[in-house]
């Protein structure tokens, strides 16, 4: 999924504006003023077209999440832990850590 602005494409191919989507246990919905892309993995990302991103797991997912969006422990001793498994100090160096090229 890319989006830009609120133009929103899945493998390439546009999906319009204000129109539901869904395919292979990907969904897109458009509430409100948000783009929404959820995933039958049980995630789901919203995003304004601007600058504000939200990201929700399932409670299912509690404990086996990784990366950016955290450990989901509600612990927040292991919110920043980097892929080579260290707790980073500060947010920025937790961002940079995942970066890929």
Known sequence: VAAEGRNVSVNGAAVP???PYLHKGLGV??????VAV????????????HLAVTVTA????????WG???TY????ADDFVGPDGDVA???AAFGNAWKVP
């Open 58 to 65: 399932e409670p299912e997912l509690r404990g086996g999440t």
């Open 29 to 34: 919905t458009w509430p409100g003023d948000w």
């Open 73 to 76: 422990t509600d612990d927040p």
């Open 89 to 91: 100090a500060f947010a």
């Open 38 to 49: 959820a995933s039958s993995l049980g995630v789901r990302v919203a995003w304004d077209g």
């Open 17 to 19: 504006e204000g129109r």
């Open 68 to 70: 950016l969006c955290g």
